[in-house]
């Protein structure tokens, strides 16, 4: 027994799908230092080992200086005009820039929005000591989230909940500024401060 197979159409027309995309992504170009014989500009501003601008000089002659010295010369400002070059050991260059990167970068610090809490009967103590909770908060770099909490009736009282938190603000020993104004929400009030940076 004979079974034929019908082809719907040449195989060229039979349309088929990419099931594989490439995705491409672009790589973050690194900014190299150049140094020696990489320093194709010329003429240059030439500070030499001990820190001393020496002024503008030809980059084939700082460089000749540099070998007399078993250093090399470093391009540490590029885009200054005329850019600036220093004589020093690479290797040394390196662990500075490397250090100096570390140390910036650990002075980096997240900021986060930490909270705090009042409601309309607390105490005068208890007010002080979440005052300079806050105090803290905004001095560490965060900005504070002061929430007024109202239960019951109180929240039919919402000006004096209002008069109370600009209050607690004015408690606050530090100049502030209102990153959020202050804003209604299920369980009450709240208001977003942070440190004035002009200050």
Request: glycine share 6%; charged share 35%; aromatic share 6%.
């Amino acid at each position: 027994m004979c079974i034929k197979f019908l082809l719907q159409g040449p195989l060229d027309k039979i349309k088929t799908k990419n099931i594989y995309k490439r995705k491409y992504y672009k790589r973050k170009q690194e900014v190299r230092t150049r140094i020696n014989q990489w320093i194709r500009i010329t003429p240059i501003q030439l500070i030499n080992e001990k820190g001393e601008n020496i002024g503008t000089i030809e980059t084939s002659k700082a460089i000749e200086m540099a070998k007399e010295e078993g250093l090399d010369l470093i391009e540490i400002a590029p885009n200054a005009k005329p850019p600036v070059c220093r004589i020093m050991d690479y290797g040394k260059f390196q662990y500075q820039k490397s250090r100096k990167e570390k140390i910036q970068k650990s002075k980096q610090k997240k900021t986060e929005i930490k909270g705090v809490r009042i409601s309309p009967r607390i105490g005068q103590h208890d007010l002080n000591f979440k005052a300079k909770q806050a105090e803290k908060f905004l001095n560490q770099g965060h900005k504070v989230k002061i929430e007024m909490i109202l239960k019951g009736r109180e929240k039919g009282l919402l000006d004096i909940a209002r008069e109370k938190l600009n209050k607690f603000i004015e408690i606050i020993d530090l100049e502030t500024v209102f990153e959020q104004e202050i804003k209604r929400q299920p369980r009450g009030l709240f208001v977003i401060i942070t440190k004035d940076k002009k200050q």
